[in-house]
């Protein structure tokens, strides 16, 4: 499609879009809870490279579900330097945000990351060219699929990293909270919001349609060729959380705050979970339940139905420090309702994370002992803009800590605080501030990925012309 006609571009996919979007866009593909992120850095012979991309092509799962084969999914994003080894031309590379061309490794002082040099992958020692996502309905089809998927690479020339494996932890992550709760509704297979969802332009998260400034959002084009259209950009950041860290440092305020009832010191510790998360464990928002964890307002229908101004403006409920209020400000970014919601709408994602690593014992945890296993997040993050998405929510949201009005006090969870920032918890007549808040969640890796659509994936693998 040439670049003029891309002005008559749709508001959202036609059918015949979603058999070439990859399927992870509309699906978290919660029915496969075993994934498997495979990294490989290309070898130097182009053909052999094209020649294995045109095979995996063929299993990539799209968004159309009634192509959706019974057991096993795959995906495929690939870096510039994926691109690079693929013989794509310089000229439709330069067409790449700037962000992506860099690559997270280059951007750690603008997210707040620890030196690039201590990551695990992602870094110049490190390369990632591809990235290989795998689901399965059972491990043992996981593995099938990962040796398949390393043996098709090596046989490429390919590089290829240790498999990422991910752990199915129920629906929640290492602390102990129902995670991946709070998505935008993307227009596509469902037409309405579902379960309290906010609806965004689909140019927030897919390239070739018109975003929230309704405007379509830069994509790469070799030609008069589109390649962008029907594809998205992955951020994937492998995330070590601290799960000792995080419940030991609160079991000791809340015994200092209850020292001779170690009953109400423990009932004490899960509201200090939950005011620096903003739900309680069960997925419960702080702004409909403030006192107690209430599972009836886990449900879906009733997690994402609220606001924060009609009867939480100040944090009262739920503080403005935490997590869930940075991540996603809804009706509370500042001026009016609408205002609010305008902006946010600008910067939403969608995410698509799993966990890893074997969960800690709750007592080890209250007690502040950990193991040594390696355990945490794989953030996968998707939108149109790598800058005005995760790279805005991850630096003036949840990093920045003047966020709406607060002082040294970065996100508590995710806003890579250094152990001298705090976090103000409203209270009447008092308030309370936690002083010397830990960083739990520490950055090991990752990388910024193009994720194309099947047409793109297709004329990639041809001999460049």
């Not at 070739?208 to 998205?232: E, S």
Request: glycine share 10%; aromatic share 8%; proline share 8%.
């Amino acid at each position: 499609m040439a670049r003029e006609a891309l002005t008559h571009a749709p508001a959202e996919p036609r059918e015949a879009d979603l058999a070439d979007i990859q399927g992870m866009v509309y699906s978290g593909f919660a029915d496969h809870p075993y994934a498997a992120y495979v990294f490989a850095r290309l070898g130097t012979n182009p053909k052999l490279s094209r020649a294995w991309l045109a095979s995996v092509r063929t299993r990539v799962t799209s968004a159309a579900r009634e192509t959706y084969q019974p057991h096993g999914r795959v995906q495929v994003a690939l870096a510039p330097g994926g691109l690079r080894a693929l013989g794509v031309p310089d000229l439709v590379i330069d067409d790449l945000p700037q962000e992506a061309k860099l690559g997270m490794h280059e951007r750690t002082r603008t997210l707040g990351d620890p030196p690039a040099s201590t990551w695990e992958l992602g870094n110049e020692d490190t390369p990632l060219d591809v990235l290989v996502i795998i689901f399965a309905r059972d491990e043992a089809t996981r593995d099938q699929m990962i040796d398949r998927e390393r043996s098709a690479l090596e046989t490429a020339g390919a590089h290829v990293y240790p498999a990422e494996l991910s752990q199915d932890l129920g629906g929640r992550e290492h602390f102990g909270f129902a995670d991946g709760l709070s998505q935008p509704h993307l227009p596509g297979p469902h037409r309405e919001p579902r379960n309290g969802g906010t609806a965004v332009a689909t140019g927030e998260i897919l390239l070739g349609y018109k975003n929230a400034y309704n405007a379509l959002p830069h994509a790469p084009h070799w030609g008069d060729i589109d390649v962008g259209r029907n594809g998205t950009y992955l951020v994937f950041r492998k995330l070590a959380q601290d799960v000792a860290g995080f419940w030991g440092w609160l079991d000791k305020h809340a015994r200092d705050l209850a020292p001779r009832d170690p009953a109400a010191a423990a009932d004490l510790r899960e509201l200090l979970a939950a005011k620096l998360v903003g739900r309680w464990r069960s997925g419960a928002p702080l702004t409909l339940t403030p006192d107690r964890d209430d599972p009836g307002f886990a449900t879906p229908e009733m997690r994402n139905n609220f606001e924060f101004l009609p009867t939480d403006a100040d944090g009262m409920r739920c503080p403005i420090t935490s997590h869930v209020r940075r991540a996603n400000p809804r009706d509370a970014r500042g001026g009016s309702a609408q205002d609010s919601d305008d902006v946010v709408s600008r910067h939403r994602i969608l995410r698509r994370g799993r966990s890893y690593g074997a969960p800690l014992d709750d007592a080890a945890a209250r007690a502040g002992r950990d193991d040594g296993k390696p355990r945490g997040l794989y953030f996968i993050s998707l939108q149109a803009s790598i800058a005005r998405g995760f790279e805005f929510i991850q630096q003036t949201w949840l990093s920045a800590p003047g966020f709406h009005g607060l002082h040294a006090e970065p996100d508590p969870i995710m806003g890579n605080g250094d152990g001298s920032s705090h976090a103000t918890i409203p209270a009447q007549p008092l308030r309370l501030r936690l002083r010397n808040v830990p960083r739990v969640v520490t950055v090991r890796g990752g990388g910024y990925f193009f994720l194309p659509s099947l047409t793109a994936l297709e004329r990639f693998s041809a001999e460049p012309t």
